[in-house]
């Protein structure tokens, strides 16, 4: 059984930086698709990142696409995304997600097949 962990959120204030790191157990292959989501309160949830398993294809949500940084190391089964010049609408509850075994990369989150159960990201102005 796959597991995610995600790591790293907490209370920031506005144009700070955070690092939020997913740690993957259970997995018997990081050739798969890893992906960051989030969802804001009243908001449905939304990609953010996703990188594929050797890190060439990523993708970035328009809305943090110059102030945000994927990277995996597979070695040590786990992602990272390092957001910058953080903003209150970056508050939400971040997801570490993944897929089955695939050398695409995905973006749609119903073609993700395990979550992590989030982690909390407030950033106060």
């Known amino acids: 059984q796959v597991r995610l962990v995600e790591f790293g959120g907490g209370l920031v204030q506005a144009g700070d930086s955070l690092r939020l790191s997913c740690t993957a157990s259970?997995?018997?292959?990081?050739?798969?698709?890893m992906g960051w989501f989030r969802q804001a309160p009243g908001k449905e949830r939304e990609l953010v990142a996703a990188i594929d398993w050797d890190g060439r294809s990523i993708q970035y949500a328009d809305s943090v696409k110059d102030r945000a940084t994927i990277s995996r190391d597979n070695a040590k089964n786990t992602m990272y995304l390092e957001l910058n010049s953080l903003i209150p609408e970056d508050t939400a509850v971040y997801y570490c997600?993944?897929?089955?075994?695939?050398?695409?990369?995905?973006?749609?989150?119903?073609?993700?097949?395990?979550w992590g159960q989030g982690t909390q990201v407030t950033v106060s102005s």
């Open positions: 259970g997995r018997s292959s990081s050739i798969d698709t």
């Open positions: 997600a993944s897929t089955f075994p695939t050398k695409a990369l995905v973006v749609a989150q119903e073609n993700y097949n395990y």
